[in-house]
Nanobody, 122 residues
Framework: VQLQASGGGLVQAGGSLRLSCAASGRTFSSYAMGWFRQAPGKEREFVAGITQGGHMRYYADSVKGRFTISRDNAKNTMYLQMNSLKREDTAVYYC????????????????WGQGTQVTVSS
């Protein structure tokens, strides 16, 4: 599956952004999905994950209560609604598909989007 992330930008602290991840192909609904982020000089870290049907969602503690992951299988698109943004949320955000095991490890995913930059200013 090919993935393309979009929706990043510059936002003030406390603001909101919604990221989208568009997938190609007709099998999007068969893939579990995840969002990751990578700040300069840091390792890529898990942000959120969602099961194929969207019934189960997983979040990093750092974003729990502020971010919401969702998907629309009819549109082959996954979303990440980010509210109450903080400066420490600044990073390149990546979407990924089809984890082979747990959602939390980037090495478990075999398809990645190109990333979209999110910058939160104070």
């Amino acid at each position: 599956v090919q993935l393309q992330a979009s929706g990043g930008g510059l936002v003030q602290a406390g603001g909101s952004l919604r990221l989208s991840c568009a997938a190609s192909g007709r099998t999007f609904s068969s893939y579990a999905m995840g969002w990751f982020r990578q700040a300069p000089g840091k390792e890529r870290e898990f942000v959120a994950g969602i099961t194929q049907g969207g019934h189960m969602r997983y979040y990093a503690d750092s974003v729990k209560g502020r971010f919401t992951i969702s998907r629309d299988n009819a549109k082959n698109t996954m979303y990440l609604q980010m509210n109450s943004l903080k400066r420490e949320d600044t990073a390149v955000y990546y979407c990924a598909a089809n984890p082979s095991s747990t959602y939390y490890a980037p090495g478990n995913y075999n398809s990645w989007g190109q990333g979209t930059q999110v910058t939160v200013s104070s």
